[in-house]
């Protein structure tokens, strides 16, 4: 019993020493970045990401968004059922989506698409001796490969999350009118008495850490990728399941933050 | 010239390079030989800092590369070309912008210019006119071709050639090894080549060295190595798995 119980002890602190060399590595690795990257932006590079990250997300989270809006529309009519009146059911999924669904499923989709897709290309590029070739040629390849894809992931987040919330809006009354039954004067009034800045902003707060923290994760994980096939396959699930645990995780200290200290209701 | 002493690296448990001495003179071709997994690679990656050494020294031109922090060795590296044994081509540009990369990079050359230069690099190792193909397309010969001609973009003082031949048949190998002597007579660079081609070995180098337990244990011109009686470099050159190397 002790034996067991000092075995789950020596695991939990290797698991615990392992996250700190994580974090020290990430910090030493936006140190690199502060230092190279005002030396000579990498504008091309960031363009390109930026370009892949979001606008070659769009049609993914065109089809998820509109699928999300309908199913809040449907659950929100069965919910209401008697106790609140459907006038407001376009309230319940314009907050909902701005605030919560719009960021945090964008986010996880984008986490698998985007996330899967950083850290498989770098680390592709790492067994196969490019990252090398580009340190050979005198290129820092965090100013090169690591800076765009960050500032980009950063960037585009926040922006695909807006396409998000129309599209997940619009799903929504799609379903509310064609579905549930509600005039679509009903539903748009609604939208109108119920939308706050405070919420969107709220929820475009959350998409950058979000795009930040899917990119990072990315690199990360692509740049210490060691080994062959496995190693990229290995390195990628890494990535993904990080940074999706880690964007549940910064959704309630952020929403903790946002609506208990900063947009108080009072 | 570089110049390497005592040059220690070990990876865990393993001592791949266990002190290793060796010159190269300016202009010079020298080919390092040794069997799979005796650090040849490793030794060529800690010549441009890509790895960091744990004893030793390692001078090119009287300039220390052990030990200097990234941004000095990139000042260092420009001086040098490499091609990987893979060549390393990014695989997300096109040929064109794999050669040119260094120059958009290093160069304040206007767009003309830099198009003039890949185009003429590309033409010198055989490969006129594919800088719009991308590397997937392309044999493994080419690739090899392609790696040498972003090596030599920069007009470099210095070759770097990992395993050039490796994996490629006869012919192409032999073609890859003229590109080495005509690089070495067009550019007057200083090479180090490393392979466990005995052909090639002897084709393109002007000293040969061989490595065996993380030491060079012979060094001396193409004709001192064929008639040597190193028990170590022979059984190599004969291929044998009768001597002093043991098989992995």
New interface residues.
């Given amino acids: 019993m002790t034996e067991f119980v000092l075995d789950g002890a020596r695991f939990a602190l290797r698991r615990l020493a392992n996250m700190v060399v994580i974090v020290g590595r990430i910090t030493l690795l936006y140190a690199e970045m502060i230092v190279s990257v005002p030396a000579r932006f990498p504008w091309a590079q960031t363009i390109d990401q930026m370009d892949r990250i979001g606008v070659g997300s769009l049609g993914l989270v065109f089809v998820v968004s509109l699928f999300t809006g309908g199913v809040a529309a449907l659950q929100a009519a069965y919910q209401f059922s008697s106790v609140v009146p459907l006038k407001y059911i376009g309230a319940v999924i314009l907050r909902s989506v701005i605030i919560e669904l719009g960021p945090v499923l964008t986010a996880l989709v984008l986490a698998g698409r985007v996330g899967a897709g950083i850290t498989a290309?770098l680390g592709?590029?790492k067994v196969?001796?490019?990252v090398?070739?580009?340190?050979?040629?005198?290129?820092?390849p965090v100013r090169f490969l690591v800076a765009p894809r960050i500032i980009a992931g950063t960037l585009m987040l926040p922006i695909v999350t807006i396409f998000a919330n129309m599209i997940a809006i619009f799903g929504g009354f799609m379903v509310a009118v064609g579905v549930v039954g509600v005039s679509s004067a009903t539903y748009v009034n609604s939208l109108k008495d119920f939308f706050y800045v405070k919420d969107l902003i709220s929820g475009l707060i959350k998409a950058v850490f979000f795009g930040n923290i899917i990119a990072t994760m990315g690199c990360y994980f692509g740049f210490t990728t060691e080994g062959g096939a496995e190693g990229v396959g290995t390195a990628t699930t890494r990535a993904v399941v990080s940074a999706c645990v880690l964007i549940l995780i910064v959704d309630y200290l952020l929403a903790t933050v946002l609506f208990r200290v900063i947009f108080t209701e009072s | 010239m570089i110049q390497i002493r005592g040059l220690k690296k070990a990876f865990g448990e393993k001592q791949v390079l266990d002190g290793i001495d060796l010159d190269v003179q300016s202009g010079e071709t020298v080919v390092v030989l040794g069997p799979s997994g005796t650090g040849k690679s490793v030794l060529l990656k800690h010549i441009l800092g890509l790895i960091e050494a744990d004893a030793g020294s390692i001078q090119v031109d009287g300039e220390e590369v052990v030990g200097r922090p990234e941004h000095e060795l990139n000042q260092i590296r420009r001086r040098f070309g490499m091609l990987f044994q893979g060549a390393a081509l990014f695989d997300s540009m096109t040929v064109g912008e794999n050669v040119g990369l260094g120059l958009r990079e290093h160069r304040a050359l206007p767009h003309g210019e830099i198009a003039g230069r890949i185009r003429e690099r590309l033409e010198w190792v055989g490969l006129a006119g594919v800088e719009q193909a991308k590397p997937a397309s392309l044999s493994g010969g080419m690739r090899k071709r392609v790696g040498l001609a972003r090596a030599i973009a920069l007009d470099p003082q210095f070759i770097l050639y990992d395993e050039p031949t490796t994996g490629l048949d006869p012919i192409t190998a032999d073609v890859i090894d003229q590109l080495i002597r005509s690089m070495q007579k067009r550019l007057g660079v200083t090479s180090v080549v490393v392979t466990h081609d005995i052909q090639s070995a002897f084709k393109v180098g002007d000293r040969i060295a061989m490595i065996y337990q993380g030491k060079v244990v012979f060094t001396g011109s193409v004709e001192d190595a064929k008639t040597t009686d190193n028990a170590i470099l022979r059984q190599f050159l004969e291929g044998s798995s009768e001597g002093p190397i043991q098989p992995l």
């Fill in positions: 290309e592709t590029m196969t001796e490019q090398d070739a580009m340190r050979a040629m005198g290129i820092n």
